[in-house]
């Protein structure tokens, strides 16, 4: 469902990725901070992240997170996850980002199947 408000999509293009290398790219990359079930202690619970509105987990969100207005869809993480702090700017996500845009479509290919 699009957000009711909130911001624009990025005009971005989100090429296919491949959810078997995206799990790769995940456990190098995201897993230290993030799980896909269970606990938000460190970072939010991404299992199901892709469609969900940003700030929704039981977690200790920055304001800029909680009330961003985003929904999680492809070309939203796309962006955030080149650079989680120019797309949401004052995350406490600690993460530079990833360059190669493969890297981040293999990474929600593989979002879209948790
Ligand atoms: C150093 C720890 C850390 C790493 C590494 C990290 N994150 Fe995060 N992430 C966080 C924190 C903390 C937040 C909450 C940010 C906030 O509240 O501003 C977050 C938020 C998010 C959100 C928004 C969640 C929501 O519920 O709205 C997404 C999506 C996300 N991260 C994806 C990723 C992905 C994919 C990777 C790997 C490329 C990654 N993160 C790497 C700590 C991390």
Known sequence: M????????????VPEG???AGRDIFDANCSACHAIEG???AA??????VGRKAGA???????SMKNSGIVWTDKHLFA???N?????????MAFAGLPADKDRADLIAYLKSV
């Open 2 to 13: 699009p957000p009711k408000k909130g911001p624009k999509e990025p005009e971005v293009n």
């Open 18 to 20: 491949d959810a078997s």
């Open 39 to 41: 606990d938000s202690t």
């Open 44 to 49: 939010p619970v991404l299992g199901g992240i």
């Open 57 to 63: 987990e039981k977690f200790a969100y920055s304001k």
């Open 80 to 82: 955030f996850l080149k």
């Open 84 to 92: 989680p702090s120019k797309h949401v700017s004052g995350t406490k």
